[in-house]
């Protein structure tokens, strides 16, 4: 089956203390991104893979780092978390870097940051 | 700046009523696209349909519908005869040719269908 996977799907933490949010998706997508959503904001982006070793900063990329080592595969990683990073956070996909291109949702993780 | 209004922050019907979701979005673009995305209770985005800006003919899928207004700048999403399982946040979206940022979402619409 087509998708896109996320891990941990739920997570408490403490500030300070380093996580990693997994994605992986199996369709051979060149496209992976990375979104918060929080309340009355919406989704907002945090960073965006082109392909493997191509990454670049969304709207929102503070905080946040990513890697892109294989194509099916971009981890979110907080290196410090805050309380402020309390959101839930989507992984997406889609075939080509095109803008045209479907973005296709991993299930969402949900964090919490004590 | 590529921006997207769904000034509609909840809408409650009762079921078999129709509904319509708003969405308006602003592009210095020729060429984009717009997107909706449903969020049910259990909190994935279920992809709902794409639309380029060439393209405006209206689309039907089922009880969905589409209606594409270049003149306007909106993209509204209308629901026929409700039913409780539609009860979701949609997000329209808005994807320029330009810029770095793919997808800009709105802010949602809270959909609330009653028995």
């Known amino acids: 089956e087509a998708q896109v996977t996320q891990n941990p799907r739920y997570l408490i933490t403490v500030t300070g203390k380093k996580l990693t949010v997994t994605c992986s998706q199996n369709m051979n997508h060149e496209y992976m991104s990375w979104y918060r959503q929080d309340p009355g904001l919406g989704l907002r982006q945090i960073y965006y893979s082109m392909n493997v070793e191509v990454t670049d900063k969304g709207d929102v990329p503070e905080g946040y780092k990513v890697s892109r080592k294989e194509k099916r595969n971009f981890p979110l990683i907080l290196e410090s978390p805050s309380p402020n990073q309390t959101s839930l956070y989507f992984c997406?996909?889609?075939?080509?870097?095109?803008?045209?291109?479907?973005?296709?949702f991993g299930p969402g993780t949900r964090l919490l940051v004590l | 700046a590529q921006k997207v209004t769904q000034a509609q922050t909840e809408i409650s019907v009762v079921e078999k009523e129709d509904v319509t979701l708003d969405c308006v979005y602003e592009t210095r673009d020729t060429t984009y696209y717009l997107f909706w995305y449903k969020q049910p209770p259990s909190g994935e985005l279920v992809f709902l349909i794409r639309r380029n800006s060439f393209d405006e003919q209206n689309e039907i899928s089922g009880r969905y519908s589409w209606n594409f207004q270049k003149s306007t700048s909106s993209f509204n999403f209308t629901i026929t005869a409700s039913q409780v399982v539609d009860s979701a946040v949609y997000f329209c979206a808005l994807s320029e040719n330009s810029g770095y940022s793919t997808l800009t979402f709105g802010k949602g619409t809270m959909l609330l269908v009653s028995p």
């Open positions: 997406a996909s889609s075939l080509s870097q095109g803008r045209m291109e479907t973005q296709y």
